[in-house]
């Protein structure tokens, strides 16, 4: 493993944008996929609760977060905004709202 490493964080939503609760088997396709890329992850089940406005609209979304630590190498970043941008699609979001900083492992 590198020695710089990477850490990404996603908040997934728990309901589509209409209101309806998302399948938790959906959530956990969206973990198992990250695993099966990256070989772990965490996934913070404690609700997040997020408010944003879009087009003079407020949302207030149920978040959960899945976090990834990887080699810090441009791979491993555009594989995480094509996850992105397909689970955008798949859970039919406005946004999903994706971080990523260096770390140090002691």
Do not use: C
């Not at 964080?9 to 589509?16: M, R, V």
């Not at 996850?83 to 709202?97: G, M, N, S, V």
């Amino acid at each position: 493993m590198s020695n710089k490493l990477r850490r990404f964080e996603i908040l997934l939503p728990l309901q589509f944008n209409d209101g309806r609760a998302i399948p938790d088997n959906l959530l956990a396709e969206a973990v198992l996929e990250i695993v099966e890329n990256f070989g772990a992850a965490s996934y913070e089940p404690q609700k997040v609760e997020g408010h944003w406005r879009h087009q003079g609209v407020l949302y207030r979304d149920n978040l959960v977060k899945i976090v990834v630590d990887a080699p810090d190498e441009e791979i491993n970043r555009e594989w995480m905004r094509e996850f992105k941008a397909r689970w955008k699609e798949k859970l039919e979001q406005l946004e999903l709202w994706l971080v990523s900083y260096t770390i140090d492992l002691d």
